[in-house]
């Protein structure tokens, strides 16, 4: 299917929702060096990502010539928005399955951004006729995220105590996923 896809947001400017291409590296993994500054909820901290750019080529090469994988960015005036991607697994067993990571620069929160692209990837899993399960793991008080998810049709599927550990505090995870059919 074409994973090209453009929107135009709530306040006029154009989202333009593509897979990522080797080229993008460098963008990316500035992008992934600032979100960790931007919010509490993410795996990784301020420093943490240290994805170099030659590896983040190999990551996107990988998704691009797999079945089961989809590295998609968006744009807004050429400056990367956000970042979504969805790997599954690589043995016969687990090639149906996979888990996503998303990202929406602060500065686009609540412009539709993180709905546009995962309606998109949902979109690509079905047009695959291999992903057939999607999961994800978010932060337990990561209300805006959790609002998203259930609004696109994931459910709640568990919850693994203790699962973060900042600033003195433990936070659980909740563990969503959504059949793909
Ligand atoms: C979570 C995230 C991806 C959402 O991206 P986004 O582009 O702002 O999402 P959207 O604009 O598509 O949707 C936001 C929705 O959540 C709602 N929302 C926002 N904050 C909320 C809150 N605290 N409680 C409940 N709903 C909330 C908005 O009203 C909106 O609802 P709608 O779609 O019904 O209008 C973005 O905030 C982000 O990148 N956060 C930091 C990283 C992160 O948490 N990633 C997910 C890790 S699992």
Known sequence: MDTTRTHQLKDGRTLTIREA????????????????????????GPGEFTTTVEQE???IEDHIQSDNKIFLI????????????FAGGHRQRSRHVGEFGITVREKYWGHGIASHMLTLLLDWAKSTGIV??????????????IHVYKKLGFVQEGVHR???????TFYDAIFMGIDID
Request: proline content about 5%; charged content about 20%; glycine content about 8%.
């Open 21 to 44: 291409a080797p080229d993008d590296a460098a963008a990316i993994v500035a992008y992934l060096q600032q979100v960790p500054y931007e919010s509490p909820y993410l795996g990784f």
């Open 57 to 59: 080529v190999a990551i």
């Open 74 to 85: 968006g744009l807004i005036d050429g400056e990367i928005a956000s970042v979504n991607n």
């Open 132 to 145: 057939r399960k999607i999961n994800l793991v978010t932060r337990v008080d990561n209300h805006g995220a």
């Open 162 to 168: 203790r699962s973060m550990y900042l600033d003195g």
